[in-house]
């Protein structure tokens, strides 16, 4: 099986821009989570979509959005890009979780942001 | 809370040394569950080995082992005879039923193997 994949790869975006990321996941996983790396903050859950809707989320601002669509592909969305959102984002694929059971979840090689 | 805890920031060793890599977790669910992952400069998670709350048998697999102890909160790697394609940030993570799919990754522990 083919794994998860991210589109792009490197990214250079200004300050007060907006930026769509996109992942791909493993071929039957329903369930895409995003998470931000960085160097201070080490890896932060954003949030995670299950057929097409956000079951949970991280605590950062409404600036950070996200969608899933019906093939399972997600995307998430920053806006008004802060210096602060240079990062790595990274998105993880797992197959269906169920009764709180959590599943291993599979990354993706991640999208560098850099916002100047 | 859920909290995962890698005190080691950077080990560096020989090459066929052993090094062993610590994690110590906190959470008060009974059902939870522990990943390795390793990530090369290329940035990508790559997982290792998962391990269930109410699974504390050890595994090896090939120079890989850990050791997963309950009664310490423990859920350590080790790495016999290393080898310089090691080198990587390793990173310790945990979810429970409350949190479902948001793991908790540890802050990384940064092992450089010299040739």
């Known amino acids: 099986k083919a794994g998860v994949t991210q589109t792009p790869r490197y990214l250079i975006k200004t300050r007060g821009q907006q930026v769509t990321l996109s992942c791909s996941p493993i071929?039957?996983?329903?369930?895409v989570s995003w998470y931000q790396q960085t160097p201070g903050q080490g890896l932060q859950f954003l949030f995670e979509?299950?057929?097409?809707?956000?079951?949970n989320k991280g605590n950062f601002p409404g600036r950070f959005s996200g969608r899933q669509f019906s093939n399972s592909r997600s995307e998430m969305n920053v806006s008004t890009l802060e210096l602060g959102d240079s990062a790595l984002y990274l998105c993880?694929?797992?197959?269906?979780?169920?009764?709180?059971?959590?599943?291993?979840?599979?990354f993706g090689p991640g999208t560098r942001l850099t916002v100047l | 809370a859920q909290k995962v805890t890698q005190a080691q920031t950077e080990i560096s060793v020989v090459e066929k040394e052993d090094v062993t890599l610590d994690c110590v977790y906190e959470?008060?669910?009974?059902?939870?569950?522990l990943f390795w992952y390793k990530q090369p400069p290329s940035g990508e998670l790559v997982f290792l080995i998962r391990?269930?709350?109410?699974?504390?048998q050890n595994e090896i697999s090939g120079r890989y082992s850990w050791n997963f102890q309950k009664s310490t909160s423990s859920f350590n790697f080790t790495i016999t005879a290393s080898q310089v394609v090691d080198s990587a940030v390793y990173f310790c993570?945990?979810?429970?039923?409350?949190?479902?799919?948001?793991?908790?990754f540890g802050t990384g522990t940064s092992l450089t193997v010299i040739p």
């Open positions: 993880a694929s797992s197959s269906f979780v169920s009764g709180g059971r959590t599943d291993t979840q599979y």
């Open positions: 071929s039957g996983h329903r369930s």
């Open positions: 979509y299950f057929s097409e809707t956000q079951r």
């Open positions: 959470t008060r669910d009974t059902t939870y569950y």
């Open positions: 391990r269930n709350s109410f699974d504390e």
């Open positions: 993570a945990l979810s429970d039923q409350n949190t479902g799919n948001q793991f908790y």
